[in-house]
């Protein structure tokens, strides 16, 4: 692992400074992660309709910064936000199929887990719905 220089106890440090950042009541915003379910029915007028099931998060987000944006080879936008988000909180894998709602609806972008333990935390990438090309 990329973090094998760490012991165990700065780990700990690290992890629990990140708990405290995303559970910060100044710091974090509540939303709703929106987890993708299935594709759902399809509604003749509408088309696919695709099934979420939601789950309230308190997470840390930050705007994507232009560098970021520059050096992603088109993956993000300006206007994305990266969210730090506790896997405890949605209970599973977060894939690019799944949803944020905090201030709008937004598409997952671009999900990475944490380099300290790979499960503790994900960085999400999230664009709002109405910039979205999907």
């Known amino acids: 692992?990329?973090?094998?220089?760490?012991?165990?106890?700065e780990?700990?440090?690290?992890?629990?400074?990140?708990?405290?950042?995303?559970?910060?009541?100044?710091?974090?915003?509540?939303?709703?992660?929106?987890?993708?379910?299935?594709?759902?029915?399809?509604?003749?007028t509408v088309g696919q309709v695709p099934t979420f099931s939601g789950s309230p998060i308190t997470t840390f987000r930050s705007p994507i910064a232009e560098f970021e944006v520059e050096e992603s080879a088109g993956m993000y936008q300006l206007g994305d936000y990266r969210y730090l988000i506790e896997a405890a909180q949605?209970?599973?894998k977060a894939i690019t199929?799944?949803?944020?709602?905090?201030?709008?609806l937004r598409f997952v972008v671009n999900v990475q887990r944490d380099?300290?333990?790979?499960?503790?935390?994900?960085?999400?990438?999230?664009?709002d719905v109405?910039?979205?090309?999907?």
């Open 11 to 44: 780990r700990e440090l690290i992890l629990n400074d990140i708990h405290d950042v995303v559970t910060d009541e100044q710091l974090s915003v509540p939303g709703t992660y929106y987890r993708f379910v299935s594709a759902g029915t399809f509604v003749p």
């Open 1 to 9: 692992m990329a973090t094998d220089f760490l012991t165990a106890a």
């Open 90 to 92: 949605i209970g599973y």
């Open 115 to 127: 380099p300290i333990q790979g499960s503790v935390f994900f960085s999400i990438v999230a664009r």
């Open 130 to 134: 109405g910039q979205s090309s999907a």
């Open 97 to 104: 199929l799944d949803r944020i709602y905090d201030e709008g």
